[in-house]
């Protein structure tokens, strides 16, 4: 087993104080289900008090946990670290984990739209050129980015962390906790303005990752976006150099050339003053946009670009974001399959347009008997838009590239005023949610079609997804 953190270090960090028999722990875990032998556990108070898990935390293997009080079923020998808020002290770990990895280049990302991709694709160019840690899934929020510090081996050359928001205020503190040597802001787009009274607010909001920078650190922006000018302004009078992205004359990385395909881009760039030429496995202008975020943020973390290159032509988009999966219909005929463009763990106005644009790009292929395959969007709510819902969800109807789908599944009451806006001959059906709207898409995809699910988390979309995926294992219509 290796060793993570040892118990004194433990004892300084959050000042807590030890029970039992307990020496070395390997990992640390907030949940039972994926608790590991050896882990840390953090008996947080969420939706759940941890600490009703933690008797079943050490009987999984628990090296110790980490709790605010005795819990009436732990054991007289139990292995706990005493600490008066185990939320402060998983802070506290994360904390000193950022301190002793003194040669870790660290990188934070935030942004509107486009963050987790971005965290990832770099998690996968930097795993090429040295020790690099990341969380393994979208873990940006008040305990996700402290969890993820504490997890931070001490050798770690390369450390990616992705911050989220929903509020003004949530951003500044992780960042500070983070205080990465590279800031990226993907973009500010019209995303959670239920909870802001203006898109510039939002902006200020994402300019909170700026804070939390250290001296001699880069703010990464996107020149396309019209906020540009008021982040580059906070990042500017914070002493911090800027470094822009984008198709956008000015960019200090720019897109020169990009190449779509039905699945893949090539894309040629210029990366402050280095020309690139790379393969990408995604073929929407967006997504190209971003990688050259990814390679800026490499160069500066001191990857070499070349390479970095090279390996970003090898990463493709995760489960949600993009992932394209070919489906047979009939278990016995290969040829009767369809494609599935997962981009169901999220939606805003942007990104919807943008996954519209994907499946224009991608290609149907030919059904039984000489049927020419369809375009399908399944699309459900964009959520926190606030007063603007209503206007934004009908425009998507109004995309450019809309007039290429042939048929559009729709669930839930946002998606309604979208679905209504759309020519009859467009309509496949609309449900009130996605678990009722599932059987209708799955009754209607046939062998040759393109199907493109979307639509915001609380839509619940993955389970279009799921009940798509199950195709594959034989059942018949």
Known sequence: MSVLWDREALIRATDGKAHGDWSAISGVSIDTRTLRQGDLFVALKDVRDGHDFVAQAQNAGAGAALVSR????????????????????????????????TDAKVIAVTGSAGKTSVKDA????????????????SYNNHWG?????????????????????????????????????VAVITNVLPVHLGNFDSEADIASAKAEILEGLRPDGHAILNRDNPWFELLATRATSLG???????????????????KQNPTSASVEADIMGEQVLFKLNAPARHQAINALAVLAAAKLAGA???????????WKPGDGRGAHKSIRIEAIDPASAFTLIDESYNANPASMVAALETLRLAEPGEGAHGRAG????????MLELGETSAERHTQIAEAADMAHVDQVFACGPHSRLLYDALPKAKRGAWAENSAALASEVRSEVKPGDVVMVKGSLGSRMATIVETLMQISHGKKR
Not at 72 to 78: C, M, N
């Open 70 to 101: 005795l819990p009436d079923d732990a054991p007289d020998d139990a292995r706990l670290l005493m600490v008066d808020n185990p939320l402060f002290a998983l802070e506290n770990i994360g904390s000193a984990s950022r301190t002793r990895a």
């Open 145 to 181: 980015v402290p969890l993820t510090l504490a997890r931070m081996p001490a050798q770690t050359r390369f450390g990616v962390f992705e911050i989220g928001m929903n509020h003004s205020g949530e951003i500044a503190p992780l960042t500070r906790l983070v205080r990465p040597h």
């Open 374 to 381: 369809r375009r399908i969007a399944v699309l459900g709510d």
């Open 304 to 314: 070499d670009l070349a390479k970095a290159a090279l390996s970003l032509g090898r």
């Open 240 to 258: 911090v150099t800027v470094i822009s992205f984008g198709s956008h004359a000015a960019a200090t990385c720019r897109l020169l050339k990009h």
């Open 122 to 137: 770099l998690r996968a160019v930097l795993s090429d050129q040295g020790q690099t840690h990341a969380a393994e899934k």
